[in-house]
C-alpha cells in the first residue's frame, strides 16, 4: 500500500498550543512509511525548509496548513527532524469512511421526525422554522452526484484531491448530503451543497488528503458556512494526528462551523482523530427507539447524539439507500447548524457548539456509556441564546456568560447581585431586584422582595422585564404575566397578545403582535400615552419612554427633563430609557445618549456595540469585540464590569495568573515581591511559581518578574518554547528541546537530566518534565512522593510545592503527592490543562467557554477563579 509524509507550516503560532509539539520533533517511524507530515514553527517558510532537506514537495498547502507533502527517505527525514524551524514530523496514514450497514429501508425517513421533538413516540411530521437558503454546506467526502433529483440544482463539486471531476463514485458523500440539505431527505432543504471530494471510489484515502480539502474549504468557503469530517483512521493504532487538529482548527478560524463524526468502532471518541479535535463538535449515533447506536463511539469527547442507524438518503444513480453509523448523525448537526446560521447570522463554532449542547434534549438515551454527555439532538429553534449579553438596574449590573450562568457586580445589598446557579437564557434587571429566565422557560427572581418582584409565578415564558418595582413576561401564547407593587396599576397587563414589554419606574409598556404600543401604570408625566403607529422596540424609563418605529427613528413622550424625550436623528436598532437621560445604538453600531449628563450618562465610549442596556444612572453596553463597557454613576462598581477573556491560567503560591486572548497577561490574588506585576508586551505561555512568575513572550525570550531572592525571575537568554516557574528556581524548555533551569538548587530541582523535552515543570523543590514519549520524569526532592510519577501517557505536567499533576491523553487529570489540603484529590471529569501552586491545583474544564475549577487550600482566594468573559 502507498505510504505518504505531509509536511505543515504553522501560519499563526496561537495555532500551535504550547503543548502540542516537541521542539524537537520525534519521528514516529512505521514500516515502509515514506509520506510524512511536518509541522514548521510559525513564521519559517515552509519552501525553505523543504529546499534545505532536499526535498520536492508533492503538494503545497495554503491557510489551513501552511506547509507541503512530500515523499521524504531516510536521510531526509533525519535532516527535517533536525532543522531547528521544525517542530513535528509525522507520518501520513490511511483515512476511510466512517463504516456504514444497511438496515430495512422501511424505517428510513424517522431522524427527521425524531430531530423536531423532545420524548418518543415519533409524531409522524417534520417541523421546520426555515430551510438555511443562503448557507453553505461542505462535505469533506467522496464528492456528490451533484444532479441528484433531490438536491434540486442546489449541489456542485468544487475540489478533488485526486484531480478529477470530484464525481461521487462511493456514494458516502450523496447519502450525508441528502441528509443535511435533501429536497426530501434532509434537514436543511435550501441549503447549497458543495462537494469536496477527498476519498477514493473505495471510500479510503490519505490523511493528507484530507488536509487538502480543508485547506481548500478553508481558503475559499462562502459564509455562512457549515461542514462535515466523517472519515476514520484506518488503523486505530496510530490514530492520533496532531496535523489534522490544526487544519480543522484552521477551519474554524475561517469562521465555518465544523461536525465531526465519532467514529464506529465500539470505542472511546478520545482515542482517535477526527473525533478527539478539541474545538470541532463530535457526534455519536443514536437509533429510533433512542439507544447508542451499537457501533458508536463514546466517552467524555462526544458532544450530541444524533439519529444514524437505519438512516435514508440520497444514493448515487439518482436512487436511495438506507445506511447506518456516525457519518450520517453528524449530518444531521451540519444541517440544523445550517439552520441555525440562517436564522440568527454568522455565529462562531462556540457558540453554535454552545446553543447545540443547551438546546439539546437531555437525559433520554439508553445503554449510555460511562463520561459519554446523555444529549440528543433538537432542531427546533427557540430564541437565540445569546451567549453575552448584559443588563443595567440601578446601581449594578448583570450578564449572561458564554455557559449561560449569570454574573453580578455593583451594589449587593439586597442580594440583587448575587445570582442562583442554573442554566439561563435572559435575565432582565430591575430596581434592586433581578429575574432571569432559566433554559427550561421558568424564571427565577432575586434581590429585594419587599413587594413580591421576587416572587415570580409558574409557569414557562420567553422574555421577562423587570421594573423598579415590578415585573412583566411574556409567556409562551404570547400573554402578559406581571407581578410586584401595583399602586399605580403597573401590575395589571391589558389582556391581549404581545411580541415585546419593557418594565419601567412605575408604568409598563408593550407592543403588541399587531406592532402598536400599549402603556399601563403611572401616566403623571405622559409616559403611559404612546403615539398611534407600529414599531419594533419599546423601553419604560423613570418618567418617559422611548421607542423605534419601523422606519428605525427612535420617539419619546413623557417628560422631558433635561431632553432625555429628545432624540438625535438617525437610525437606530436598539434605545434604552433610564432616569433622566437615554442612549440608542445607532445602525452603524456606535451609541448615541441624550439627557442629563451627570456622572458621564451621556459620553458613551467610541467603540462599536452589538447590545446596550441602559440601567437608572449608568449603561452597559457588549462591543463588537465581546467586552464589556459601562458608563455614567458608578458608586457601586456598577460601572467597572468583568472584563478578561482568558486562554490560559496558572496558578502560584497565593497568586494567579492568565493570559489573556490578545496574549496580554493579568494576574491576581497576593502582590508580596510585586508578582502580581506583570510586564507589558504579548506572551505565548505563562506560569506562576512561588513569589514570582515568568512567561515566553511572542519573540521566544524569556521574562520573569517577582521575588528574585535566588536568581529565579533572571532568565538565560536564547530562544525558548515553554517556561515554568517553580518555588524558588525557574526551567524552561529551548528551542533545542533541552532543559535549562536557574535559582535555588539545595535538593538538585535546578539540575536537569539530558533527555529531550517537550514540556517543563518547576515545583517547590522539584522539577518535572514530559518526554518526547509522553511519559513523567521528575527531579529534585521526593520526600512525599512528589517526584515519583506514575505511569502513562500524558499531554501535559504541572509540579506544585509538594505535589505534581498530570493530565493524561485521556483529559482526566492524576496527581502524586501531599495531599494535606486536598490539592491531590482530583475532582471528576475531563479537564484540557492543570496547574498546580503550593497547596492546591487549577485545571480547565472542556467546554465551549473557559471554565476553570480549582481545590486545596484558599488562604488568599487563590483557589477562587476570576469571572471569565467570551
Known sequence: MDARILVVVMLIGGLLTPNTWAANPRIADPAGAEQYIVAIKAGRDARGVARAAGVTPNHVFGRALNGFVATLNASQRTALAQHPDVAMVEPDQPIQATANQIIDPTSGLWGLDRIDQRPLPLSGNYTYTNSASGVTAYLIDSGLQANHPDFGGRAQNMYDAFGESGNDCNGHGTHLAGIIGGTTHGVAKQVNLRGVRVLQCDGQGFLSDTIRGLDWVTTNAVKPAVATLAVAPKDVTSANSGTLQLAVEGLINAGVFVAVAAGNNNADACTSAPSNISGAFTVAASTRTDQRYTSSNYGACVDIYAPGAGITSAWIGSTTNTLSGTSQATAFVAGVAALYKASYGDQTQAEINSWLISNATQALIQNNPSATPNRLLYSLETTAIDPRSVSAGIEYACGIRSDQTITCWGRNDYGQSTPPSGSFSQLSTGGIHTCAIRTNGTIACWGNNVNGQATPPSGTFTHVSSGRTNNCALGTSQTLACWGLNLSGQSSPPSGTFSQVSAGSEHVCGI?????????????????????????????????????????????????????????????????????????????????CWGSSSSGKTTPPSSTFTQIDVGGTFTCGLRTDYTLACWGHNSYGQANPPSISITQVNAGDTHTCGLRTDQTIDCWGSNGNDKITAPSGTFTQIDAGGEHTCAVRTSQALACWGNNTFGQRTPPSGNFSRVSAGGSHSCGVRDTGLIACWGLNTSGQATPPSNSFTQIAAGNNHSCGLLTTGSILCWGNNANGQATPPSGSFTQVSAGSNHSCGLTTSQTIVCWGN????????????????????????????????????????DAAQAMPRTLWY
Open 819 to 858: 495531599n494535606s489540603f486536598g490539592q491531590t484529590t482530583v475532582p471528576g471529569g475531563s479537564f484540557t490543562h492543570v496547574s498546580t501552586g503550593d497547596s492546591y491545583t487549577c485545571g480547565v474544564r472542556p467546554s465551549s467557554t473557559i471554565t476553570v475549577e480549582c481545590w486545596g487550600k484558599n
Open 512 to 592: 403588541r403582535t399587531s406592532g402598536t404600543i400599549a402603556c399601563w401604570g403611572l401616566n403623571s408625566s405622559g409616559q403611559s400615552s404612546p403615539p398611534s403607529g407600529t414599531f419594533s422596540q419599546v423601553s419604560a424609563g423613570n418618567n418617559h419612554t422611548c421607542a423605534i418605529d419601523l422606519a428605525g427613528l427612535v420617539v419619546c413622550w413623557g417628560s422631558n427633563s433635561s431632553g432625555k424625550a429628545t432624540p438625535p436623528s438617525g437610525t437606530f436598532s436598539q434605545v434604552g430609557a433610564g432616569d433622566e437621560f437615554s442612549c440608542g445604538l445607532l445602525t452603524n453600531q456606535t451609541v448615541a
